[in-house]
């Protein structure tokens, strides 16, 4: 009786690690194919913009891992006040609601120091660049989450 319930147990804990396994690479998988579909997106909408003059708050290329959510709150928030009415399209509205996406935040969550409170410049702080720039490094962002997934 006592060894049918220990394997009982143990096949229990087996097949518990088979589905946390499962639901892992899933959500991977959904995360992956979510930063892909922005990178069509953006593609779409920086061909149509990228004659405008505008400069918007653009974060740095070489972001510290634990500011990669915070650089990617500055890009959303750059896109929907610069691109809203006057220029707001199809395609900048998908794009930004994949931006706001929770599968896309936890594609760019990087930061695995716990406790620690990451310090990250306020997106005002950011420097002013053009378009064609600001959407060069929201690309780099998205690139680097995809890399980074596919190493996993």
Known sequence: ???????????????????NTSTNRSDESLKMRKLHEILKQLKSVKNSLQH???????????????????????FRANLQVQ???????????K??????SSITERGLDFCKSGNVKPTCQDCDSHPKENVKEFFKRLESLIQR????????
């Open 52 to 74: 405008n003059g505008q400069m918007l708050n653009t974060p740095p290329q070489n972001i510290e891992d634990c500011c990669c959510l915070s650089a990617l709150q500055c």
């Open 1 to 19: 009786m006592n060894m049918k319930l220990v394997v009982l147990c143990l096949l229990a804990v087996c097949c518990s690690s088979l589905a």
């Open 95 to 100: 794009l930004y609601r994949s931006l706001t």
């Open 83 to 93: 691109f809203n009415t006057t220029e707001r399209t199809q395609s900048t509205n």
């Open 145 to 152: 989450a995809i890399t980074r997934l596919s190493m996993n």
